[in-house]
């Protein structure tokens, strides 16, 4: 059937890149060798591989449980999976992953923007921090063009989204993924043979054990292994939607979270040396380290390869790569405002056109405003551990082990998961209380004595009461998103691939 055909994944490959892409984003680019660097190097690897396998597979696992359980988007899936007065949850977590994608999209455009630098040669004449820091603050003080650049952005991703899966996200990141594997690797080669680059190996891969104390580690780790994957954002639930009856939970989810982990690895061993090597002092590149992730990326390495022999060929190499992973993370974000909508009826076409003008016109305010894309990256970022816990909650509330015996270990794994699974679901809302608490901690140090104030970038009050007011809304809008979403598979009590796929619209 023809509906069928374009609503699946045509082979794992396929599925596997475009949920690598889902997972790798300029997180993996520009936050882990920072945080890598900033917690003791070796010591955070072994916490990071930890969190990995007790945070981040189990909820990508629960995700796609109830993607092939249900076979719709968020609100429905949740809908079906708990009833209908919890409907609510879906909606936080669709709310949620758009949220990001509204500034998202923006950060995707400074990608772009700078891959155009590059090509254009900004960065040989630009050899100091100072020098770029003009660069970058130019760019930013120029609405047309951090507008322009979101609208780009909006535009390549709303293009494959509106493609289809097989003929959109799918084609699209079969290339893009081993692309930015290539990509990164070359970056990565040149970063290790500069003189000097072998300090930043060292630090990388030599565990000091005794980090492994510090609670900071072990709290950076787990941040990074969630915010880096994408456990428990519904994004993969939403690309799980389009995979096979008989495709594997287990194999997959390990691959996906050891793959983002991977490229990481990869970032962090071009960026570290190439910081190292470079740098005048051990002090510069100390500073470089904890200038932020912006500080990182537009200025301080932009600096050092105005600096390094063939610096601008690797500068555009770099910022290829960099703009790959953020428009494969972006598609995955407008996917799931997309398949909401088509299951409350609009075509695909229609629900990719309405997604996208919505994202470019609520994402203009973070183009327009640096500040304000800050506050709204802590606000949905943060909240996005919230989506992992209600995850978790989910799936104790169907059943762990029901769901690990009839939904996890069926007769077609290709691997089957033991008994941690469940044990690190239940453990789920501890992880969390830790992970968050830390977090929300952290910013009321931030603001001692204006903590609650909504208008503060990073105050727990901005978030609270952005939060607050999403959840009034969805929970007013709880039953009429209910009957907005047309029955799912296990309304219908359908077991066959074609049916599920059937009744959604055409591509």
């Known amino acids: 059937m023809e509906g069928s055909s374009k609503s699946t994944f045509g082979s794992r490959f396929g599925f596997i890149c475009a949920a690598i892409g889902m997972a790798v984003g300029t997180g993996n680019i520009w936050r882990f060798p920072r945080v890598t660097a900033a917690n003791g190097g070796g010591a955070f690897l072994i916490a990071l591989t930890i969190a990995i396998f007790v945070w981040a597979i189990p909820l990508l696992i629960a995700e796609m449980v109830i ?3 249900t076979r719709l988007g968020t609100v429905g899936a949740i809908r079906d999976f708990m009833g209908k007065k919890f409907t609510w949850i879906g909606g936080w977590l669709g709310a949620a992953a758009l949220g990001i994608m509204f500034y998202y999209s923006v950060v995707s455009g400074w990608t772009l923007r700078y891959f155009v630098y590059a090509l254009q040669g900004a960065f040989s004449n630009a050899g100091t921090p100072e020098a770029t820091e003009v660069i970058w603050e130019g760019f930013l003080s120029s609405p047309g063009q951090t507008i322009f650049f979101h609208f780009l952005a ?17 084609k699209a990141t079969k290339v893009m993924i081993p692309t930015l594997f290539v990509l990164i690797t070359a970056t990565m080669l040149r970063g290790i043979t500069l003189p000097g680059a072998t300090d930043g190996l060292v630090f990388l891969f030599t565990p000091n054990l005794g980090d492994l104390a510090n609670p900071t580690v072990w709290l950076e780790a787990f941040t ?3 915010w880096s994957t994408g456990a428990g954002w519904a994004l993969l639930m939403t690309y799980a939607v389009y995979t096979k009856e008989k495709e594997d939970l287990g194999v997959n989810c390990f691959v996906i979270g050891f793959g983002d982990v991977l490229i990481g690895i990869i970032a962090a061993m071009a960026i570290l040396p190439t910081v190292y090597a470079l740098s005048e002092t051990v002090e510069l590149a100390e500073a470089a380290l904890a200038s932020g992730n912006n500080g990182l990326i537009f200025v301080y390495l932009t600096a050092l390869f105005g600096n390094m022999p063939g610096g601008t060929f690797i500068a555009a190499i770099f910022f290829l790569a960099l703009a790959i992973a953020a428009t494969s993370s972006l598609l995955s974000m407008i996917e799931v405002g997309v398949l909401n909508l088509q299951d409350a009826g609009f075509s695909r ?11 470019f016109l609520a994402g203009v305010p973070s183009a327009y405003s640096i500040n304000f894309l800050d506050n709204q990256d802590w606000v949905w970022g943060v909240a ?19 769901i690990l015996d009839e939904e996890i270990n069926h007769e077609n794994a290709d691997m089957k998961i033991g008994a941690w699974w469940g044990w690190c679901i239940r ?28 208008m503060e970038i990073f105050s727990p009050g901005t978030m609270f009461a952005q939060w607050a007011i999403l959840i009034i809304v969805l929970l007013l809008l709880n039953n009429r998103l209910a009957e907005l979403i047309r029955p799912g598979r296990m309304k219908e009590g359908k077991m066959s ?8 619209a055409k591509e």
């Open 67 to 69: 993607a092939k359980k």
């Open 154 to 170: 909006m535009l390549i991703g709303g293009f494959i989204i509106y493609k289809g899966v097989a003929g959109g996200i799918e």
């Open 224 to 226: 990074q292994a969630a």
């Open 349 to 359: 076409n229609k629900a990719t056109i309405w997604i996208c003008i919505v994202g």
């Open 384 to 402: 996005l551990l919230i989506s992992g816990l209600l995850i978790s909650i989910v799936m104790m509330k169907y059943g762990v082990q029901k």
């Open 427 to 454: 453990a789920f809302p501890v992880m969390f209380v830790g992970v968050f608490g830390w977090w929300v901690w952290q910013s009321i140090q931030w603001y001692p004595d204006d903590w609650w104030n909504p």
């Open 497 to 504: 691939d074609e049916v599920p796929f059937e009744k959604m």
